[in-house]
């Protein structure tokens, strides 16, 4: 669902003569090297993230209590 949003978005992003992928494309930015850095970026991260699990939540408005942390979600949801 969270992955048909967010393509949704990129895609209504893209239509838009003033979102900020014509911006990048008006203002010459190669978007085929942009998305492979991302890519890249992406499985990093991912690697980063199954080797030592996900990083402990930080909040900077909610204060007083204690945060527990749960079990790490199962590699079946993590999608590369």
């Given at each position: 669902m969270l992955s048909e949003q967010i393509e949704h978005h990129v895609h209504e992003e893209e239509k838009r003569s003033d979102g900020?992928?014509?911006?990048?494309?008006?203002?010459g930015l190669d978007?085929?090297?942009?998305?492979?850095r991302m890519l890249a970026r992406k499985q990093e991260l991912i690697a980063q993230f199954q080797a030592r699990g996900l990083?402990?939540?930080?909040?900077r408005t909610f204060?007083?209590?204690?945060?527990?942390?749960?079990?790490?979600?199962?590699?079946?949801?993590?999608?590369?």
């Open positions: 900020i992928f014509a911006q990048a494309r008006a203002a978007m085929d090297a942009l998305g492979a990083p402990s939540p930080e909040t204060t007083g209590h204690d945060l527990e942390m749960s079990e790490p979600v199962d590699e079946a949801h993590v999608k590369p």
